[in-house]
């Protein structure tokens, strides 16, 4: 992600700054929703199959890293191309779409039979798809930039104060008023 336009030499941090964020934007999204996720799991009455449940959200993050780190080749030859930063943005949504799937289909096949052991199996899945989906989504926003802004500066972390991505996408997408 950190490859769009590295001929400016600091863009060229963005690389490195993408090896060390992308597993810590997993990691850190897996390990804060586990808890809530388990003790769900507990409370519903699973507890005895919380082993196989992880085992299953494991793998699902294992396929979502190796279907985001194929996509790599791809990202570099779209950036090669010479797409605007907002294609590169859009770009990399769609790779991420693409790695969400993957880990949902590992997922749904490996949850497949407990779910037909016992549909209580069906809410704990529902409840990671949806905490998982929240929690990554600010993460991201957190972690951000991944792909960097021409003509920005380029650095770790965005250097504005804590913000959150659900308010910013809101006001985005809310009506103008009519003033």
């Known amino acids: ?5 590295p001929e400016f030499g600091p863009r060229l941090w963005l690389i490195a700054f993408g090896f060390v ?3 810590l ?3 850190a999204t897996m390990g804060l929703c586990l808890p809530g996720f388990a003790a769900a799991s507990v409370a519903l009455g699973l507890g005895s199959t919380l082993r196989l449940q992880v085992r ?3 793998a699902g993050q294992a396929a979502f890293a190796c279907a985001l780190a194929s996509m790599a080749p791809l990202t ?3 950036y090669a191309s010479g797409v605007s930063h907002r294609w590169a943005l859009l770009w990399n949504t769609a790779v991420f779409l693409v790695a969400t799937l993957a880990a949902q289909v590992v997922i749904r096949r490996l ?3 407990l779910i037909a052991s016992d549909r209580r199996h069906r ?3 529902a409840l990671w798809v949806v905490l998982y989906a ?3 989504t600010q993460a991201g926003w957190i972690l951000r930039p991944f792909v960097g802004t021409p003509n920005k500066e380029v650095t770790f972390l965005r250097d504005e104060p804590f913000s959150n991505a659900y308010i910013v996408m809101w006001d985005l997408v809310k009506p103008k008023s009519s003033r």
């Open 1 to 5: 992600m950190g490859c769009f336009r």
């Open 21 to 23: 964020k992308v597993p």
């Open 25 to 27: 934007l997993l990691m």
């Open 56 to 58: 299953a959200i494991m």
């Open 76 to 78: 570099l030859v779209f």
């Open 111 to 113: 949850f497949a039979p």
């Open 123 to 125: 809410v704990t899945l």
């Open 134 to 136: 929240l929690v990554g």
